[in-house]
């Protein structure tokens, strides 16, 4: 098995903070064993890695990431953690799946509570709930079908109105918008970050180790540019660029999305907007619409342009073009901020898979997977991987069925087929959602 690519943003994570960047780990150089290899620190990853070090203190663990937790997608999210699923579909299968996903996302959320607290983890945790808004005034359905999957699940919410919206968000961008208590806000680098950095004593990270070829074997070899690892069992975190593994998984499509951070508003700014505390927005359309958030520290992110992310990678030249999209978004948003400018823009890979169900569980012998995020995997992710750490040493767990019950991914194409698909149904979401930017 080998990657064909290793990821790539030329770009810059708006949510680093200088000193996040000084906890890096050192690149593995030299041959060395293991009982288990994590590859990929992101949520997945990391949640794994901990789970199978803490069931058994004995085991040895490495996690190896090709660049680190600071620069995975888990990082360079817009940090919103979701307890909730989105589509729910109107027949028993889908509502008995919806409650499913939502208690495999409720318990990644008191996972990561827990460990925040532990750990007295900083990362501007913030239980504040989330809008979720149209500017398409034709097409009520939408979130009437939104309001009827909540009424199904018995989900609280409130549904706002123009005016109302204004007060909430200082833009009348917005016709509607129904807000939901349950989702929290965070600063994702910080929270990914500090989670790798607190690993148990018998996980041993690497950072800056891309993962070129698995040699399969009762002990396998994982090799990295500078030093091979034997290893009993592994575990492929690497999210959308397992679609770079050949032979493929053939299930997962890798996108990319882009975010952009403007500079915190000052005292003068900030009074022509009504007084506001930080808040979270998710669009009806997320190929099309903008996720927006007003932070803390009184800045403004666009997470707005989802495209095919061919090899994992994302040009300087892509990262432009989203600047100036998000800029002019800014714009129409806030008119009245024309003078507050976006500092930094940058991009993140996701898996997607045709539909919508993840890739969890053993690809082969010894060896397993939790990807297939679809765009959506803070607390998803966490649990995946936690779930898939006690089905893998066959330790009993409630949830690993309300796992198994998301369904498996459909088989997806080669490329170029897969790319032309991918592009035509980009094309078609974009258009359906024009009216959302
Ligand atoms: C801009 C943006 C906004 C988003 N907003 C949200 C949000 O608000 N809420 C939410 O829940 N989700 C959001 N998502 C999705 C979320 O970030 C992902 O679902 C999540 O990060 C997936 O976690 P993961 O651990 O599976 O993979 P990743 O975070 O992608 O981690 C995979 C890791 O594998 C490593 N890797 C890849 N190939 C190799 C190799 N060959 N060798 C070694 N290492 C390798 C990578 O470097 C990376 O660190 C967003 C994504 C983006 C890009």
């Given at each position: ?9 030329q770009?810059?994570?708006g ?16 041959n060395?064993?293991?009982?288990w ?26 996690l ?14 817009s940090?919103?953690i ?11 299968a ?11 996302l ?13 750990q007295?983890?900083e ?11 149209q500017v ?14 909540l009424?199904?699940m ?21 016709n ?19 989670l790798?950095?607190c ?23 994982v ?15 690497t ?6 593994l ?18 915190p508003l ?5 009074r ?19 996720t ?23 040009t ?6 989203a ?8 714009q129409?948003?806030y ?13 993140g ?24 995020c679809?765009?959506a ?5 966490t649990?995946a ?8 040493l ?6 690993i ?6 369904g498996?991914?459909?088989?997806l ?25």
């Open positions: 098995m080998k990657y064909a690519s290793v990821p790539l943003n770009n810059q994570n949510w680093l903070k200088e000193d996040l960047l000084s906890t890096a780990f050192p690149t593995l150089v030299g060395t064993q293991a009982d290899v994590v590859v990929g620190s992101g949520f997945a990853g990391v949640s794994f890695a901990r789970r199978l070090a803490n069931h058994d203190r004995n085991l040895k663990i490495i190896i990431d090709a660049a680190s937790a600071a620069e995975s997608s888990s990082a360079r999210n940090g919103f979701i307890g909730l699923p989105h589509n729910i579909g109107s027949s028993t889908e509502l008995k799946k919806a409650h499913s996903y939502r208690s495999l409720q318990e990644g959320i008191n996972q990561l509570t827990t460990l925040i607290e532990q007295g983890i990362c501007e945790w913030e239980n504040v709930g989330k809008y979720h808004c398409d005034t034709t097409q009520e359905r939408v979130l009437k079908e939104y309001t009827d999957n009424d199904t018995s989900e609280p919410y409130q549904v706002l109105e123009k005016e109302s919206l204004y007060q909430k968000l200082g833009t009348r961008f917005y509607k918008g129904i807000y939901t208590p349950s989702a929290i806000l965070v600063n994702p680098a910080s929270l990914i970050t500090a790798a950095n690993l148990p004593e018998n996980v041993t990270v690497y950072n800056n180790t891309p993962v070129l070829e698995i040699l399969p074997g009762n002990i396998a070899q090799v990295t540019p500078y030093g091979t690892i034997k290893t009993a069992k592994i575990m492929l975190a999210n959308a660029l397992s679609r770079e050949a032979p493929v998984i053939s299930k997962q499509a890798a996108m990319a999305t882009f975010a952009s951070i403007t500079a000052n005292p003068e700014q900030r022509r907007l009504p007084a506001m505390s930080s808040w979270g927005l998710t669009p009806v359309n997320a190929i099309a619409g903008a927006l958030r007003y932070t803390q520290d009184h800045r403004f992110l666009i997470r707005q342009h989802v495209t095919a992310a061919l090899n994992g990678r994302i300087a030249a892509q990262t432009y073009r600047t100036q999209l998000h800029q002019r978004l800014f129409k948003i008119p009245q901020l024309g003078d507050v400018p976006l500092t930094r823009t940058w991009s890979t996701i898996s997607v898979t045709r539909n919508g169900a993840p890739v969890w569980g053993a690809l082969g012998k010894n060896i397993y997977t939790a990807g297939g679809n765009g995997g803070v607390s998803k992710q649990i991987g936690t779930l898939l750490a006690d089905y893998a066959g330790q009993d767990h409630p949830l069925g309300a796992m198994q019950e998301l498996k991914a459909n088989y194409p080669p490329s170029p087929i897969l790319d032309v698909a991918i592009a035509a149904s980009l094309m078609k979401e974009r258009y359906l959602g024009r009216k959302e930017i």
